[in-house]
């Protein structure tokens, strides 16, 4: 009985801390955008030096979640900041928001990918992310954002973004990917199996394998224009 008193106390504290976290959270969202802005892109940097990972990731799931309340590039270039954080839990929430921004303002967050392919550096970890979080948004602009991917210097990036144009599965891509079948660059995807096993292919080898996997596709409109 005692157990399940204690038990009981415990969740109403977490109830009354969930709801102070909700009122907060509308409370800053409601301040003036620069000012909460100016704030938000000093805490990122300071979860940044923190030395406590979950203590960062925390702190940084929480910006995350307000910055995607914001509009306008200085919102959408923090939240990619984040995107690139170390934390896993961190990236997720910064790219569920990002996605979901996609959806409904594609041109602001295309302009913030295209300002980060210029900003960021080779091996942050938002370039790769960057292209999946884009593919199913139902744009024309989608696949010539993709191939600005495809020449940028980060060969993890340009895997990304080969891997997105092959899920997309439009034949009509083919030739944005045919370029770079002579490319030596290396990178580590994972394996089938399901475990942390990963492979080490050529950018080329991959925009081949992709191009055969386009090839079906391509077969199968020609087929129904046949018919």
Do not use: C, W
């Not at 948004?137 to 191939?147: A, F, H, I, Y």
């Amino acid at each position: 009985m005692q157990n399940r008193q204690a038990i009981e106390t415990t969740l109403n504290k977490l109830f009354d801390a969930e709801r102070t976290a909700r009122r907060l959270h509308d409370d800053l969202a409601a301040m003036p955008g620069d000012a909460l802005l100016d704030v938000l892109t000093d805490a990122i940097a300071s979860a940044g030096r923190e030395s406590d990972e979950d203590e960062a990731a925390l702190r940084l799931v929480r910006i995350a979640s307000l910055l995607g309340e914001h509009e306008g590039p200085r919102a959408l270039d923090a939240l990619i900041d984040v995107l690139a954080s170390e934390h896993p839990e961190a990236r997720q929430a910064a790219g569920e928001e990002i996605e979901t921004l996609a959806y409904d303002r594609f041109k602001e967050v295309a302009q913030a990918i295209e300002r980060a392919l210029k900003r960021l550096p080779v091996g942050s970890s938002a370039l790769p992310e960057l292209p999946y979080l884009i593919a199913e948004v139902p744009e024309p602009g989608v696949p010539k954002l993709l191939g600005q991917f495809l020449s940028h210097k980060d060969p993890d990036a340009v895997a990304a973004a080969i891997e997105t144009l092959v899920e997309i599965g439009d034949p009509a891509h083919a030739p944005l990917i045919q370029p770079l079948l002579d490319d030596k660059r290396t990178v580590e995807l994972a394996d089938d199996g399901g475990d942390d096993a990963t492979s080490e292919v050529t950018i080329g080898e991959l925009a081949e394998e992709a191009l055969g996997l386009l090839a079906p596709y391509e077969d199968e409109e020609e087929a129904d224009g046949v018919a």
